[in-house]
């Protein structure tokens, strides 16, 4: 009797053993979060914005990132939806455990491309983090680009964070040659980044430990 208990209390030991390497070694899988650039009009000082988070991200313990530029997807305009999936775009969205979108402000709203690109995937998105970067001229920093990107986000499946990072009057942030010049932007960048690394790694466990069954 005796020797059972302590093959149970070996055998709980070993489970516990094993428990804590697994945690281990989830915690230190390397998290992809690619950063998407939402437009393509020449001469974009978002450009700008989104090199700087994907240069942060690029920093940050663990992560590994790319730019996406979707002026640079063979996207056709003839048709939408997964109908024009474009391979690349969707194996590292599909690759991806969170995702960053900057999107300038135009007119209040988003650009059409930056729709036409997400609206080319689906099951991609499920249940992984999104955090969004506006960007304007003027002073509000695209917080209404934001409001108007965070339904889509949701329909799309994405989990959007709570930080937002916002880049107003984006030419005095930025000189013509991309050098930030408001140094400011790094703490809040490092604030949003740090929610977003934590969403994704508690999506991540979610997706491939938790059943919806």
Known sequence: MLSA??????????????????????ASRTLFIPVILGTARMGRMSLHAAELVAGELGKCEGVA??????AKLPLPTNDAGEAIKQPDFSTKVSKADALVVVSPEYNHGYSGLLKHVLDSC????????????????GPFGGTRVIQ???PVMREL?????????NFSSVRKVFADD??????SYIRRIDKFLKELIWMAKTLRHGREQVSLD
């Open 178 to 183: 991309g050098k930030l010049l408001d140094e």
């Open 122 to 137: 689906l099951k991609e998105y499920i249940h992984k983090a999104v955090g969004i970067v506006g960007v304007s001229a």
């Open 148 to 150: 108007n990107l965070l």
């Open 5 to 26: 208990v302590f093959s149970k209390h070996s055998d709980a030991q070993i489970q516990g053993r094993n428990f804590t390497e697994e945690k281990v070694m989830e």
């Open 157 to 165: 499946g994405l989990v959007t964070i709570f930080w937002d990072v």
């Open 65 to 70: 990132t790319d730019l996406i530029d979707i």
